[in-house]
């Protein structure tokens, strides 16, 4: 438990003003009810997210590094990053600021024509929001505020690729006993643990989604989503519990095409951890916005007495 | 995992013989000739340095051919054929021809960074799996594919107001590569959402599409981006040794 993520600036991201409105409602409804103040950063813009880098890297690093630069201006040290995609790409203008005269050249000379002050790396840290709730609260105090336990729910913890790869953007992790790991991501496990869920053993954790192509190779994607998908049944989860809105977006989109498209039909839910979380905690399911998901898991809700 | 390696017996280097005798014993039938004799004269010797070019490319010279990023890769899985130490073999020996005749399925690259994440070198091979497809494109070898088309249109939109808005994205993507909006699976998905009744969600993405999700006062990045991007597009092609433009637009 530390206090210094009491209060932290809040990066949203588009995907959270957009499909992934869930994960923004939730995220904020867990940090009221955990006494946990977010600021959302002033008139941020797109981090990048998966396919600017493929224009031209180093237009991702100034973008993702103007967001750290309002942060620092606002007077915080610490930003939060709910999206697997926004917090990597935060962490990756860090490492490239710090580590590639290049990279700063490039954000220097377009910040300074956009008639802005350019970030300067180890200015602002960034952190998950999977991070801010173990670090800010910690699996003790959450056990002593759990309201409405998740009572055995049997729960797959799926992290994606964008929140442990590579591993040298991360510092950070495989500190070892207590730090993140990024080969066995530990992090949503021991919070849903400590919101009295079942973890059951699944070994794609950091699997691919196939994010990247959700829509431009479709078929890919279908075939990797319905790997993680029919592993975790097997596995004997209920849920696959997401902590990024591109992976729980292709999760929900494939699980309901590789149904239409190759017959295969599957039956886990997909949440995200703070909706499971924040049900936990006492909240509805409705404020935690479950109905704004694509996929329906509201039977299985009702059946275990949550939400 | 074992590392699935290219299979060296193709179909056209299959010969068939239905009368061979050698030294009195018969061996009719069919031959794999991977191992024919043959010259190679069409080198590019600066295939390396056209790659190292482009962004993303710039660390290939340190690979060593260990194979942990095809071990790795998580498309390898699902086709073998998707091989980045093969390709990065082939691009470091200038063997152009071998290299495009895998120009349909390099830019499959998912980005899941295993292959960084497993590579001892630090060569980046996602990194140059996207420089890679890049240059097949800018060398004329394929039209654009699907994901380019995908990036473009994203990138437009974050260049021109800062941020994006995925319904709009989508439309402009599923019209641009010729599909149906209106996919089976995508009008269940809807569908079902909508059943749920997200009054919120519904209004904010209505709202989106018609009021577009913006930065304030990007105006001047937005210059800046562009004059850099076409800055950059112009020293690309410069490296790779093409005329100023591309003499066909896909757009």
């Not at chain 1, 950091?206 to 990247?212: L, S, V, Y």
């Not at chain 1, 839910?269 to 049900?279: A, N, P, R, V």
């Not at chain 2, 390709?87 to 499959?108: A, F």
Request: charged share 25%; hydrophobic share 35%; proline share 4%.
């Amino acid at each position: 438990m530390t206090d210094k993520y009491q209060k932290v600036a809040y990066y949203p991201g588009c995907a959270l003003e957009g499909t992934g409105h869930g994960y923004n409602r939730s995220t904020k409804e867990v940090g009221k009810a955990l006494g946990l103040d977010l600021v959302e950063l002033d008139n941020w813009n797109c981090c990048g997210a998966m396919e600017v880098k493929n224009v031209d890297p180093k237009l991702q690093t100034f973008l993702s590094a103007r967001n750290l630069k309002i942060a620092e201006d606002m007077g915080f040290k610490t930003v939060m990053a709910p999206c697997n995609g926004c917090y990597h790409n935060l962490k990756k203008a860090e490492y490239d600021l710090a580590h590639d005269a290049g990279s700063r050249e490039t954000v220097a000379r377009l910040s300074e024509k956009s008639g802005e002050q350019p970030y300067e790396a180890g200015k602002v840290e960034t952190i998950h929001a999977l991070e801010w709730i173990k670090d800010a609260v910690g699996e003790e105090e959450l056990r002593k505020r759990v309201r409405n336990s998740l009572n055995g729910l049997k729960i797959a913890n799926y992290y994606g690729c964008m929140y442990v790869r590579p591993r040298h953007i991360f510092p950070e992790k495989d500190r070892g006993p207590g730090s993140e790991s990024t080969s066995k991501p530990h992090f949503m496990d021991d919070i849903l643990a400590a919101a009295g869920a079942e973890n059951v053993e699944f070994p794609l954790k950091t699997a691919c989604c196939g994010g990247a192509h959700t829509l431009s190779d479709s078929d890919t994607s279908t075939r990797l989503v319905l790997n993680i998908l029919t592993t975790a049944e097997a596995c004997g989860a209920e849920v696959i519990a997401t902590e990024c809105p591109t992976c729980h977006s292709g999760l929900e989109m494939h699980q309901a095409r590789a149904e239409k498209v190759f017959g295969k039909k599957t039956k886990v839910k997909i949440l995200y951890f703070t909706q499971l979380l924040g049900m936990a905690l006492g909240l509805s399911a409705r404020k935690v916005g479950v109905h704004e998901n694509f996929s329906e898991s509201r039977d299985l809700l009702k059946a275990k007495g949550l939400g | 995992m074992p590392i699935h390696e290219k299979h060296l017996i193709r179909p056209e280097n299959l010969l068939r013989k239905d009368k061979l005798e050698v030294e009195g014993v018969d061996v009719s039938g069919d031959w794999s000739t991977f191992i024919q004799t043959r010259v190679i004269a069409d080198y590019n010797e600066s295939l390396q340095d056209e790659i190292a070019a482009l962004p993303g490319g710039e660390n290939i010279h340190r690979c060593w051919q260990c194979g942990s990023c095809t071990n790795a890769c998580t498309v390898n899985m699902l086709n073998p054929d998707f091989n980045p130490r093969y390709w990065i073999y082939l691009i470091r020996l200038g063997l152009e021809s071998e290299l495009v005749r895998d120009k349909d399925i390099i830019w499959q690259c998912v980005s899941c960074n295993k292959c960084t994440y497993a590579c001892p070198r630090d060569v980046v091979p996602e990194a140059v799996m996207h420089a890679t497809a890049h240059w097949l494109e800018l060398k004329g070898y394929v039209p654009e594919k699907p994901s380019v088309i995908f990036d473009e249109a994203f990138s437009g939109q974050v260049f021109a107001r800062g941020k994006i808005e995925e319904g709009r994205l989508m439309r402009k993507f599923f019209a641009r590569t010729g599909q149906k909006l209106a996919q089976p699976w995508l009008v269940a998905m809807v569908k079902g959402l909508v059943s749920r009744m997200p009054v919120g969600l519904l209004m904010r993405l209505g709202l989106a599409g018609i009021i577009h999700p913006s930065t304030r006062n990007w105006g001047r990045k937005r210059a800046a981006i562009n004059e850099y991007v076409a800055e950059q597009n112009a020293r690309h092609r410069r490296a790779l040794g093409l005329a100023a433009q591309p003499t066909e637009s896909h757009s």
